[in-house]
């Protein structure tokens, strides 16, 4: 494929497991284009399915024309773009044991994988995730670190030199890092109030409501964190379980962080003649 390759042969056999250790480690595009190939049976059908998925990612400035980024007329994309694929990539873990190897080996350690992530070995906290080389766009990276619960994703493309990508990644993420952090605000009471059902087997359904969330907010301002409850009303049976009751809005100096839904804790059915009539005789043969 030309550019960083382990050299596959014809009939050669090897695991996925490999095969991504030489996609990701070792930037290896012979590696990346036969991973295409086996998952959608080409790699011109494996390109369209990354475009289709940059499409649903937001992905507005990318065309992928290739499977392994090198340099094609109209295979274009952005810093933004490439945030918005990495950060849909982090979500699947598996991703930082190999982002994270600084060297492994397969062929049963006859071919060596070095990361070409020199952040790796320099910069505290770092897990990936990508770095890349051609003559059109220069010395690129994705970097993602993390620390005290913060995770950030930084994007440099078009570097004249790799120490510059790598400078330019670590300067990205230490203001990130000096500048933000993470916290979790308390739900608000009112969020937990039951809400009134009409016309069903019972008068009120619990909410259920994430109180885990976690905002990105300037450092030294979590404590200027507003919320705001706001409830559909009453509901009409039937309710199903995690239908949507009302939401949360967390906000800051005006701005809107995050909306957070509350959802019903479980289903109520709608009244009927039978269950009324069952509901009625359980009531008239209880002990008084």
């Keep these: 494929m030309g550019g960083s390759d ?5 009939g050669e056999s090897m695991t996925v497991d490999d095969m ?3 996609t990701v480690i070792a930037s290896a595009n012979d590696a990346a284009v036969a991973l295409a190939e086996y998952v959608a049976g080409s790699e011109d059908e494996f390109v369209a ?11 507005k400035d990318t065309v992928f024309k290739n499977v392994n980024g090198l340099d094609e007329d109209g295979h274009i994309t952005s810093a933004y773009d490439i945030a918005l694929m990495s950060r849909e990539l982090i979500k699947h873990r598996k991703i ?3 982002t994270q190897t600084w060297m492994d080996s397969v062929r049963n350690g006859k ?7 020199k952040l790796l070995k320099s910069y505290k906290g770092i897990t990936g995730l990508k770095t890349g080389t051609t003559g059109k766009a220069g010395s690129c990276i994705s970097a993602t670190a993390q620390r005290n619960g913060v995770s950030l994703i930084a994007v440099v493309l078009g570097s004249s030199t790799t120490k510059d990508r790598f400078h330019s990644a670590a300067t990205l993420l230490n203001y990130g890092f000096a500048n933000w952090s993470v916290v979790t605000p308390k739900v608000p009471p009112q969020a937990n109030a039951p809400v009134a059902v009409e ?4 008068s009120e359904v619990e909410p259920n409501v994430n109180g885990n969330e976690n905002l990105l907010v300037p450092k030294g301002k979590g404590g200027n964190v507003k919320s705001k409850v706001s409830m559909n009303g009453a509901v009409r049976a039937p309710v ?4 949507v009751l009302g939401k949360i809005t967390y906000s800051l100096n005006n701005e809107v962080l995050k909306e957070t839904p509350i959802r019903a804790k479980k289903a109520v059915e709608p009244i009927s003649f039978s269950s009324a009539f069952l509901l009625l005789f359980r009531m008239l043969t209880m002990d008084p």
């Design 199 to 202: 016309n069903g087997m019972e």
């Design 111 to 117: 071919t060596q994988l070095v990361n070409t992530n």
């Design 20 to 22: 991504l250790k030489a």
């Design 96 to 98: 930082f044991d190999y």
């Design 240 to 243: 199903k379980k995690d239908q």
């Design 49 to 59: 399915q990354m475009n289709q998925r940059a499409k649903e990612l937001g992905m």
């Design 6 to 10: 382990i050299w596959l042969k014809p």
